[in-house]
C-alpha cells in the first residue's frame, strides 16, 4: 500500500508570495493533519480535515489555510509568506480522527524556504 | 499550557545495550500515546502506539505506559547504530490534536 505523499518536496518563496501545498493520505485514510516542524518549536499541529471539514485547528495564524477533497487529498495555503513561515510542512494521514486515537502516518514532508 | 517533556539528550548508549527514552505529559486525561522515530532530514515514522497502563512489546521495542504518574517510556532493547535518531513521543491530550514533544536524541555507538 502505498504511503503519504506531499508535492512539491521542496520550495523556495519570497516574503508576502503565497503557496499552496498538496497532501495525499494512504489509500483509505480519511483524515489528513497538517504540521509545522521547525528547529525551535518542534512539531506543531496546525490542522486536521476530515470528510471534507476542518475538525481542529491549532494555533497559527489566519494566514495559515487548508482543505479537504472527497478523495481525501488535502491541500494548505500560506499566504503572504513570512520569514518564519520557513519549515518543512508535514501532512499526516489517520483512518479516523487522531484525537479519538487513530495512528498517524506522516509524509515525507515539503521543505519551505522563505527569502 | 497542554505539554510534553522529553529530555533533549543525546542520550549516548552503546552498541548491544537498552536505551530507555522518557516522555511526561501534562493532561490527566490523556487517553492516546504515541513513539515516532526521525532520522536527520526525513519525516517522523511511527514506532508504536500504547492505550492502557502497562508494557507493549513490538520487536526490541517496548512502549511503558504509567497514567498515574503522567509518564509514557520507549525501550530499545539490543540498541544498534542504526537506531540512532531522534524519539518523538505524541500524546492526545482531550480528545483533539496530538501534542508532540520536541524529541530525545539517541547515539548508539559501535
Known amino acids: 500500500k502505498a504511503g503519504v505523499t506531499q508535492t512539491p518536496r521542496y520550495l523556495i518563496k519570497t516574503r508576502g508570495q503565497q503557496v499552496t501545498l498538496s497532501c495525499s493520505p494512504i489509500?483509505?485514510?480519511?483524515?489528513v493533519s497538517w504540521y509545522q516542524q521547525t528547529p525551535g518549536q518542534g512539531l506543531q499541529f496546525l490542522f486536521e480535515?476530515?470528510?471534507?471539514?476542518?475538525?481542529n485547528k491549532g494555533n497559527f495564524p489566519g494566514r495559515f489555510s487548508g482543505r479537504q477533497f472527497s478523495n481525501s487529498r488535502s491541500e494548505m495555503n500560506v499566504s503572504t509568506l513570512e520569514l518564519g513561515d520557513s519549515a518543512l510542512y508535514l501532512c499526516a494521514s489517520s483512518l479516523g480522527l487522531a484525537g479519538v486515537g487513530y495512528e498517524q502516518y506522516f509524509g515525507p514532508g515539503t521543505r519551505l524556504t522563505v527569502t | 499550557q497542554k505539554e510534553v517533556e522529553q529530555n533533549s539528550g543525546p542520550l549516548s548508549v552503546p552498541e548491544g545495550a537498552i536505551a530507555s527514552l522518557n516522555c511526561t505529559y501534562s493532561?490527566?486525561?490523556?487517553?492516546?500515546f504515541f513513539w515516532y522515530r526521525q532520522y536527520s532530514g526525513k519525516s517522523p515514522e511511527l514506532i508504536m502506539s500504547i492505550y492502557s497502563n502497562g508494557d507493549k512489546e513490538d520487536g526490541r521495542f517496548t512502549a511503558q505506559l504509567n497514567k498515574a504518574s503522567q509518564y509514557v517510556s520507549l525501550l530499545i532493547r539490543d540498541s544498534q547504530p542504526s537506531d540512532s535518531a531522534t524519539y518523538l513521543c505524541?500524546?492526545?491530550?482531550?480528545?483533539?490534536?496530538?501534542?508532540f514533544g520536541k524529541g530525545t536524541m539517541l547515539l548508539v555507538s559501535p
Open positions: 489509500s483509505g485514510h480519511r483524515s
Open positions: 493532561d490527566r486525561g490523556s487517553q492516546s
Open positions: 480535515y476530515f470528510s471534507e471539514t476542518q475538525r
Open positions: 505524541a500524546v492526545i491530550e482531550g480528545y483533539s490534536t496530538l501534542t
